[in-house]
Structures are given as structure tokens and as C-alpha cells.
């Protein structure tokens, strides 16, 4: 009984070891496709791209998408890939090597090129491939072959003499051109040596010597017992003649599948006769796009689209999709390829190792981009020391010094609040388009990405608060001693922290800047009305009143004026009128203010919970519009 059982093991063995080592080879198949775009608010179908498509993608071919704008070439490639998000439902049966496949099988064994380019501007071409590189490859891959592959690829794409300079935004002739960038998308997909590669719009925006160049490319690639799957609008007779085959999309059908003279023998039979030296990539997507009816009422592609459902070549397609079943079958092997999910975010250390390079990327994107911070300290320099000039020799134990003291921890805490805020603003709508499309890639969770852009931030909010405080601090002459000066630093630093992080709220909430200001301005009103200057706190009405829990600036004032005026008592009066207040103790200036001094520490706890929430609310925003366009 063992023997058989050993004997049985070593023949499934066998077998599965067989199907292996064919898998490296995928024919990408699918039956019964449809895409549906989702309404984001009744998160229902409202409209059908795709309609009960089928198809193939052999190893070592290119297949070509191609159709007029519009037809559901984009989409119907995004569906293969997996890679649509939540805002498109996608119905059907895809398989690899016959076998279903899911979008875990689809991140770890293709790669995605989008027809637009998106790169962090201020890296370099090697940085932004050695930042990809580990980011996508296994993290025990070493470093001498991450270095060979990434020579390798640089030369293979022509950029060996571009290596060290940086990718721009193609204006800068110093800078990568728009052929040049799409040559570096192209090595970035070849990293990982995909099975399957999916390509959408490649040669849009190349000339026509570069655009034969990047096709030569795919076949190359393709020759390699690789899949290539890809889109193309108006491609020259020359680029169309290198395909092996093509797809013909029209009104989200497949009109025609299969090899290109089998397609213009297709349309020949219909009546549909290509001239002599015309493009035939161009006659067919007219015929298509023509909209003409015909006697029974049906539109040409309506009749076209029925017509190849019976063709020889839907044939083709459905007795292949058959065999590759039957394969699978007789190896007996899962139905399914199940991968662990979330694979490629959390295996082994890759977790701390892509946390690590997003820092990096983060990090000399701040350093390289002199708007980002080197600008805000030397404005903070000036301000701090043009605010403490003014305030030489105000800040003393008298009726006047009460006011210039407020003065100045008014100004202190303001600065360190609403510039920060509205200077982050920015932040996440800049980047959004790449960190959704690196999210949807499966390169790193939402999460990651906002712990990463935080650390990143962490030296400007510290250094900025420090310099300012410093300066102003002592020009102006607030409590001379080593424990009022320190608090005072930390009161600083929660301050632009909880601030930033309004400002990292307020700009995932909203599509854009102005939006976002639109309603951060009238939050801010509110905010410094009552944090204490303006308006006495006791005296807010019912219905404003609650506000005073959740304003850190007021937490911030009276933390500050605490520092300043606790344990002060002598505070002199110029002059002894009896009708004039006289405010001898420090406890009654911050009894008129209505602060508390023993509320110091609760002030501190109130603004760090207020950080924490800000963040949190941040990143689910965040997280919600990842999933969404």
C-alpha cells in the first residue's frame, strides 16, 4: 500500500514538475469578458465598455489591441491585467496556460506599461531603476545582479549615455525627452522578466523612428517565449505589419482575432477590400468606425462582430481555450492558482525594505526640489527675526509686557500653524496619480506610502519649528530659563506636526488646492477666533463653543502662556489709578484669557490624540481614493 501510494506521489510529482516548466510560456486566453464602468456614488453599473469578448495571447507573439478612440481598448487591457481598480466591474473567464488566474497571479507574473509616463521628476534615470528594482524584485535578489540587469536594460534601451541625468518633465533639453521617458517605462516593466507584458498606447507621442525602435524592442523581448499584449491607436503599415497578431475592437466587441492576412481576407469576404498600398491598419478601424446601417438595420460592426463569432478564426480561439483546459486536466492540477493575498506587500523583509527606499525616494525629492524646504527655513529665518526685532525690549514684568508677551506667542503659534497647513496642501494631489498607480501595480500598500511620505517630512517639522522659536524667542526676551525654553520648543513642535496633518487631511478630502482652501480657510477662522486673544472663552456662545476641544491653537496658547506667566508675581503697574486694572500675578493674566495652569500637560495630550486623529482620517481618505479614479 505505501509503495503504490510513494509511487502515485512521484508520478503527480512528475507531472506538475512538467507543467512548470511550461508555465514560464503563458498563452493568455479569456472567454466571455465584459467590463462595466461603476457609478461611484450608487456604486452601480452605469454603462457597459466591454461586451462578452473573447480572445488569445500566444508566448513569443505580440498581439495588438487596436480600434478608434473610444472603442474599449484601454479597458479591455486593463481587465486582463487585473488592473482596473473598483471603478470598473469585470465579468469573464481568463485564464493562463488555461488555468484561472486572479490579480495576485497577475502582479507577480506581468508587467504593466501605461500609455502616460509618471516618474518623480528630480531622480535620476539609474535611481529611479534602482528604486524599482527593489521595490519589485525579491528581496534576496543581490545586489551584483540587480546591478548587471539594470546596466543590462539601460544599454538594451539606448540610455547607457542618459544614465545620471535626471528624468524632468521632458521640457529641459537637459533633461529626458518624451522618446527618451518612454524608453525608461519600458525597462522598468522589464525588470522582473514578465511572462506576460501589457503595453497600453506605447508609441503615442514618438516619432516614427523611435516608435519602430520600441516595437523591434517587443519583438525582441517577445522571442523570448514571452507574452506581449498591447494597444495601439493608428499604428504606421510598417509597426502593424510587426505584429502577429491583432484584435479589433469596435463599440466594445471584438470585430476580428486573429493574424493580420487572415483579417483582411475577413473583411474581403464581407466586401470590405483593402486598396493596394494603404495602410490596412487604417482601412479596417475606418470600416469599423464608418457607423453605416445596412437593409436589416444592423450597423456595420454589429454585422461584423456576429459574422466573426462563426469564422474560422473564432475557432481558432475557442479550440485553443479548449485544449488548454484539457491540459490542465490530464496533469491534474488546481483549478485555480492561488496566491497568499497581499503577496507582494508583506514576504519576509520586504515590508521594511520598500518603507526604507519610499523614504529614500521621499527624501531626495525633498532635498533636490529647493521649493520644498530650503525655501520655508529662509522664510522662517526672516520672519523670526523681523517679528523678534519688533519686539526688543517689549516683553517685560509690566501692564505693557502683558500684551506684547501674547504678541508674541500669537505670532509663534500662528506661523507654526497656518503656513504649514496650507504648504501641505499640495502634497498628496500632486502625487496621487503615481501613488495610484504604483498602488494598483501592487508595489507597496496605501499605508506604507503615508508612513513613508510622513518620515520623510519629519526634518523640515522639526528643523523649522526650532529655527523659528530660537530666533524669535530670544530677540524678543520671553521667560529666561532653560525649562521655559524647552517646553516651548515642544509646544512648537506639536503644533506644526498637528498642523501638517490638518493640511495631509484637508488635501486627501478634496480633488484639488483651491478646492481644498475653500474650505480650509473658514476652518481656520474659526480656529484662531478661538484660541484665546481675540475673544474671551467663556463668553462663546452654546452653539461655537465646542470648538475650543478640538482647536489645538488654543491648546497651543495656553500651553505657551502657561510656560510664560506661571509662578510670575511681580508684575508692576507705571501708574496707581483705581479705575484701571492693575494685574499684579501671572495667574490673572491667564485668568483673563480664561486659561487653566493646570491644564499644561492636558493641552500637550489633547494636541497629540488631534494628530493622531487628523492622520488616521488622512489616510482612509486616502486608501478610499486609491481604489477610485
Known amino acids: 500500500m505505501y509503495a503504490s501510494k510513494e509511487s502515485d506521489d512521484w508520478s503527480n510529482n512528475e507531472e506538475n514538475r512538467r507543467r512548470r516548466e511550461t508555465i514560464d510560456n503563458v498563452t493568455l486566453s479569456w472567454r466571455d469578458v465584459s467590463v462595466f464602468a461603476m457609478d461611484r456614488g450608487r456604486r452601480s453599473v452605469c454603462k457597459q465598455l466591454i461586451d462578452n469578448v473573447r480572445g488569445m495571447a500566444r508566448a513569443g507573439d505580440v498581439t495588438a489591441i487596436i480600434g478608434s478612440s473610444g472603442a474599449g481598448k484601454s479597458s479591455l487591457m486593463a481587465a486582463l491585467a487585473f488592473r ?6 469585470v465579468r469573464g473567464d481568463i485564464r493562463a496556460n488555461g488555468i484561472p488566474v486572479d490579480s495576485s497571479y497577475m502582479m507577480q507574473n506581468s508587467g504593466y506599461m501605461h500609455q502616460e509616463d509618471m516618474f518623480v521628476e528630480t531622480m535620476t534615470v539609474i535611481e529611479h531603476l534602482w528604486f524599482m528594482a527593489r521595490m519589485k524584485l525579491d528581496g534576496k535578489t543581490g545586489v551584483q545582479d540587480i546591478r548587471g540587469t539594470i546596466d543590462r536594460l539601460v544599454n538594451d534601451v539606448g540610455l547607457t549615455s542618459r544614465r545620471d541625468v535626471r528624468i524632468g518633465n521632458g521640457i529641459d533639453d537637459k533633461l529626458l525627452s518624451g522618446g527618451e521617458r518612454k ?11 514578465p511572462k506576460i507584458l501589457f503595453l497600453d498606447e506605447p508609441t503615442t507621442g514618438l516619432d516614427s523612428h523611435s516608435a519602430n525602435c520600441l516595437i523591434t524592442q517587443l519583438k525582441s523581448f517577445a522571442a523570448k517565449g514571452r507574452t506581449v499584449l498591447c494597444t495601439i491607436h493608428q499604428p504606421s503599415s510598417a509597426i502593424f505589419g510587426s505584429f502577429n497578431r491583432i484584435i479589433l475592437i469596435g463599440d466594445g466587441r471584438v470585430v476580428f482575432a486573429g493574424q493580420i492576412d487572415q483579417a483582411i481576407k475577413f473583411f474581403a469576404s464581407q466586401g470590405y477590400e483593402c486598396p493596394r498600398n494603404y495602410n490596412p491598419a487604417d482601412f479596417l478601424i475606418a470600416v469599423v468606425s464608418s457607423g453605416s446601417k445596412h437593409e436589416d438595420g444592423q450597423t456595420t460592426t454589429r454585422k461584423l462582430c456576429n459574422l466573426f463569432l462563426t469564422s474560422e478564426a473564432s475557432n481558432e480561439i475557442d479550440y485553443i481555450f479548449r485544449r488548454e483546459i484539457e491540459s490542465v486536466n490530464s496533469f491534474h492540477v488546481r483549478d485555480h492558482i492561488i496566491l497568499p493575498p497581499l503577496f507582494f506587500y508583506l514576504k519576509g523583509s520586504r515590508y521594511c525594505t520598500r518603507l526604507y527606499w519610499l523614504v529614500y525616494r521621499d527624501f531626495l525629492q525633498v532635498l533636490r526640489d529647493p521649493s520644498v524646504q530650503i525655501v520655508r527655513i529662509l522664510q522662517k529665518v526672516s520672519v523670526a527675526t523681523i517679528a523678534g526685532l519688533c519686539f526688543v525690549g517689549s516683553v517685560n514684568f509690566d ?117 481644498a482652501m475653500a474650505y480650509l480657510v473658514p476652518f481656520d477662522y474659526v480656529l484662531m477666533i478661538t484660541m484665546g486673544p481675540f475673544v474671551k472663552l467663556g463668553s462663546l456662545p452654546v452653539y461655537i463653543g465646542w470648538v475650543k476641544y478640538i482647536s489645538w491653537l488654543l491648546h497651543s496658547s495656553e500651553a505657551l502662556s502657561i510656560l510664560q506667566w506661571n509662578d510670575v508675581h511681580n508684575i508692576s ?57
Open 183 to 193: 524608453r525608461l517605462a519600458f525597462a522598468t516593466e522589464l525588470l522582473t522578466d
Open 573 to 629: 503697574c507705571e501708574t496707581i489709578d483705581p479705575e484701571l486694572p492693575c494685574i499684579t500675578e501671572g495667574l490673572q493674566v491667564l485668568q483673563r484669557y480664561d486659561f487653566d495652569e493646570d491644564h499644561f500637560w492636558m493641552d500637550m495630550v489633547l494636541m497629540a490624540v488631534i494628530y493622531l486623529i487628523f492622520h488616521v482620517l488622512a489616510y482612509v481618505c486616502l486608501w478610499n481614493r486609491c481604489r477610485w479614479k
Open 399 to 515: 501692564q505693557l509686557g502683558i500684551q506684547a508677551t501674547q504678541g508674541v506667542i500669537f505670532i509663534l503659534v500662528s506661523e507654526n500653524a497656518f503656513f504649514p497647513m496650507y504648504a501641505t496642501l499640495a502634497l498628496i494631489p500632486q502625487e496621487l496619480p503615481l501613488l495610484r498607480r504604483e498602488y494598483r501595480d501592487g508595489m507597496y500598500p496605501v499605508h506604507l506610502y503615508y508612513v513613508a511620505r510622513l518620515l520623510s517630512l519629519i526634518p523640515g517639522l522639526i528643523v523649522e519649528p526650532l529655527l523659528f522659536a530660537t530666533i524669535i524667542y530670544w530677540l524678543a526676551g520671553l521667560r529666561e530659563t532653560v525649562e521655559a525654553f524647552g517646553l516651548s520648543l515642544l509646544v512648537l513642535l506639536l503644533t506644526i506636526n498637528v498642523s501638517t496633518a490638518c493640511g495631509c487631511f484637508f488635501s486627501t478630502v478634496f480633488e484639488n488646492v483651491p478646492l
Open 84 to 89: 482596473t481598480g473598483t471603478e470598473l466591474l
